[in-house]
């Protein structure tokens, strides 16, 4: 028995995401009585591959080959449901980002298991396999029952934190029978070098209280000057002031950073949707009315344009104390 | 070449969610029901690249797993141009079982789209279980579909970026925002004309759900925002690092 996580790399490193996971299947092993072993597709070095044991895994199970260079869910699918069989796997962990939404049902149908996407807890009990998760996009939460012999889940991100556990991973390289890719990726657009938004621990979204694009130098310059990612509301991306990668809420990226700010963003119910796991929210606009208010844990009522300088001065500041 | 939309039939997205019969359900009553907002994304997309076809694409067809209470939300699909609709008879009782559901019905289409997710369970699920039930390739997060002669491009988003996928029939499209700029708006036209087309009722497959949703619970209410003065924006500086430990 083992409790199987599959760890996602990005270009030969893990990040947060990966560290996180070990550490809940880590809590999760510990109450079953059974170990972590992760499973690393593509060319990871073996002292990245160890690095996992440092939150619980004791073994990494490390597949490489040529047909997995890109991500195509069912090879991936395939390599997992073999290794989780070879491990006898009775929990399966996937993160709930792209790639995990991409495999995870997938891997359900192969393997006839159940699947939790999007849970915020460690199991609130095993016999029967219980755990919490977030329906109605945050508006409430359901406890989901799997009732198939192994069971998958992914993890919301964000919601479990790291947990150290120092253990020596063995690393054990293995050749896994990998079906033939009926896919064919023509071109990859990617940025370099920025903070993803799904990963930063620190976003500064502005919507339409400030106006124009023209005014978003500001809210770029918090975010660098936090080393965290810019977001904006459904509008602002609509009316192209911002790129559609910055959409946040219900209909965009569902985020749930460490601190959130909200720049003259209403807090319509399907903006909130998409941040309201955020653990700290801080929000200015010039209408005390505002929803987002009753979202917030700090707020300003006033005028972005002119808190926004103010805050960047504040904050430049403090660091310099 | 046959389009085949999976629609969910979900809360509209301002509903309060309230909970009934001792939190092992939620109320359904006074709730306003509508088509799951990528959904009719993806039927928006696929109307228009029939319209683009040239008459190569000749139906696009929208399916819903549900009872009869799922029909209006189903001829508002038909109103928004879809061709004919097909009502699987069943209560949905998880991902796994609505998509073994459509698997019945989605082999006989060529490109099968689904929402990246369902408002209301919010499991991203569907468009995925029912590729591997139907052994077919699926591409996910997909934020632009072009079809030029033979040739499907797809593209995906990934983190940090996006790709461009060519792939063959048949394929299920699991599609995101940015697939088309605005969902059509059903017109008075369209109305009336829906109400002629076909809706077909089939009776739903022997399928075993895997999970059971047995309770909800409704979140924490939230400790009050704490106001800070507009004239003194260092004050929320030394909040948001001495008392919320955050910068
Ligand atoms: C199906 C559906 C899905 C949706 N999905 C999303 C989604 O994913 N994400 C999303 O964001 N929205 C979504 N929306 C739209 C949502 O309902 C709101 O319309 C949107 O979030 C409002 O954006 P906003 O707050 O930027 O703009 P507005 O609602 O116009 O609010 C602007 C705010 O700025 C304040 N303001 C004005 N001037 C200033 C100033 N100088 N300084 C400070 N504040 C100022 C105003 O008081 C106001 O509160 C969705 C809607 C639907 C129907």
Redesign the pocket.
């Known amino acids: 028995m083992s409790v199987l996580v599959y760890t996602e790399n990005w270009d030969g490193k893990f990040k947060k995401l990966s560290f996180e996971l070990i550490s809940y299947a880590n809590e999760m092993a510990k109450q079953l009585g059974t170990e972590v072993i992760a499973l690393s597709i593509g060319n990871v070095e073996d002292v990245e591959l160890k690095s996992l044991g440092a939150y619980g895994a004791a073994k990494v199970v490390s597949v490489n080959d040529d047909k997995l260079a890109s991500l195509e869910n069912q090879p991936y699918a395939g390599v997992i449901a073999e290794v989780a069989a070879k491990e006898a796997a009775k929990v399966v962990l996937l993160a709930n980002n792209n790639a995990g939404k991409a495999i995870a049902p997938r891997l359900s149908v192969k393997m006839k298991a159940g699947v939790i996407a999007g849970a915020t807890e460690v199991p609130s009990s095993y016999d029967p396999f219980t755990v919490k998760k977030k329906v109605f996009t945050g508006k409430a939460l359901a406890n989901v029952v799997v009732k198939s012999d192994v069971k998958i889940v992914t993890l919301a991100q964000n919601s479990f934190g790291l947990v150290e556990d120092a253990k020596d991973a063995a690393v054990e390289a293995f050749d896994a029978s990998v079906e033939d890719v009926k896919t064919a990726v023509k071109e990859t657009n990617k940025v370099t070098g920025k903070v993803l938004l799904n990963d930063a621990e620190v976003v500064i979204a ?6 124009g694009p023209e005014n978003f130098g500001p809210v770029e310059e918090l975010a660098e000057l936090l080393g965290g990612a810019t977001a ?5 991306s609509d009316e192209d002031w911002r790129p559609h990668s910055e ?6 990226k569902i985020i749930a950073p460490n601190l959130y700010f909200a ?9 909130l ?2 941040v309201s796991s955020s653990k700290v929210i801080v929000a ?4 005390k009315d ?1 929803p ?1 208010f009753e979202a917030a844990d700090y707020g300003i009522i ?4 002119k ?1 926004l300088p103010e805050l960047i001065d504040a904050i430049k500041a403090a660091k310099a104390e | 070449m046959k389009i085949l939309i999976c629609l969910s039939n979900v809360p509209d ?2 509903t309060k969610i309230k909970l009934a019969g001792d939190n092992s359900a939620v109320e359904k009553a006074g709730v306003q029901w509508i088509i799951n ?1 990528w959904d009719e994304l993806a039927l928006t997309r696929a109307l228009e690249l029939k319209e683009a076809s040239g008459g190569a694409i000749t139906s696009v067809t929208v399916v819903t797993v549900g009872g009869a209470d799922v029909e209006p939300t189903m001829r508002k699909g038909l109103a928004i141009g879809a061709d004919d609709a097909i009502r699987i008879d069943a209560e949905p009782k998880d991902a796994y079982y609505v998509a073994a559901q459509i698997a019945e019905v989605a082999k006989d289409f060529d490109i099968v789209m689904t929402g990246i997710e369902s408002s209301d369970y919010n499991s991203s699920a569907v468009g995925g279980m029912l590729s591997e039930f139907l052994n077919v390739p699926s591409v996910s997060s997909v934020s632009k579909m072009e079809i030029e002669g033979g040739d499907i491009n797809v593209t995906r988003e990934i983190d940090g970026g996006s790709e461009i996928v060519n792939v063959a029939t048949p394929f299920v499209a699991i599609v995101q925002k940015g697939i088309t700029k605005e969902p059509r708006i059903p017109a008075m036209r369209g109305i009336m004309m829906a109400r002629k087309k076909p809706l077909n009722v089939v009776a739903a497959a022997e399928v075993e759900a895997l999970t059971e949703f047995v309770s909800y619970e409704l979140p924490a209410a939230k400790a009050a925002c704490k106001m800070v003065d507009a004239e003194n924006v260092s004050e929320l500086v030394s909040l948001l690092k001495n008392e919320a430990k955050v910068l």
Do not use: E, M, W, Y
């Open positions: 502005g919507g339409r209280g400030l106006k904006c509301s459904r509008p602002v959409h946040v809420g219900q209909t965009g720049f003259g963003i209403s807090g319509a119910i399907q903006h949707g998409g200015v606009n010039t209408d505002a987002i006033g005028d972005a344009q808190i | 997205t301002t907002p």
